[in-house]
């Protein structure tokens, strides 16, 4: 079974993913942040160096797709690669930070990639308004985040939207504002609830 969490920066992808990967015991593939070559380049000249990073995670993800689609095990996905093609490089081309040329070839590839993949068994999308994004990207404190833009995450918050309401997959929305899965178990609880409901038809 293949679940992927999906949402804005900030919103809490990694952490429910490293949580839910606990409680049910699911093995987890996570965004590569930590060794990713382009991220600091990427927010100091998004210009520069926006198709190199869109490349990167979209090889990535595809990788992760098909390593999870190999597998035997239940597997949590910290992001989809649908994320980078419908949401980070559109918004980047429609802001001036990537060439016609780069995304038409962005966009050329993730389409080959796609034919050869399959959606998640269940999605869970994170959503979150900016005000709340912002409190959790200043709480994790990476120094390269300081340099996102508010109109950049509003920009993303409106894709994200739009991208959910024609996702065709198995859907489960989670709207994040008012809960801290990190440290209230409660809110963490009502989280998997919500999941439990979702994966009873999927075994």
């Keep these: 079974m293949h679940i992927a969490v999906a949402g804005n920066i900030g919103s809490g992808k990694t952490t429910l993913t490293g949580l839910l990967a606990k409680h049910y015991k699911w093995k987890a593939h996570y965004e590569d942040v930590e060794t990713n070559p382009y991220l600091s380049s990427f927010y100091e000249d998004m210009r520069r160096w926006s198709f190199n990073l ?6 990535s993800r595809f990788r992760q797709v098909i390593e999870i689609r190999k597998g035997n095990k239940n597997v949590i996905q910290d992001r989809t ?25 962005y966009s050329s590839l993730f389409e080959l990639m796609n034919s050869f993949i399959q959606m998640p068994d269940l999605l869970i999308y994170l959503k979150a308004d900016v005000p709340k ?3 959790q990207i200043q709480k994790r404190g990476r120094d390269y985040e300081n340099s996102i833009r508010l109109d950049y995450l509003s920009a993303l918050n409106e894709r994200y939207e739009s991208w959910i309401e024609s996702y065709k997959g198995k859907l489960l929305v989670i709207d994040v504002k008012e809960l801290n899965f990190s440290d209230n178990k409660e809110d ?10 979702q994966i009873n038809g999927l075994f």
Aim: charged letters at 20%; hydrophobic letters at 50%; zero cysteines.
């Design 54 to 59: 869109q490349v990167y995670f979209l090889n």
């Design 81 to 105: 690669i649908y994320e980078d093609a419908y949401i980070f490089a559109p918004n980047l081309h429609a802001m001036g930070l990537m060439t016609l040329r780069d995304f038409e070839n």
């Design 133 to 135: 994004l912002v409190e």
């Design 188 to 197: 963490l609880g009502q989280v998997i609830e919500k999941i439990d409901a």
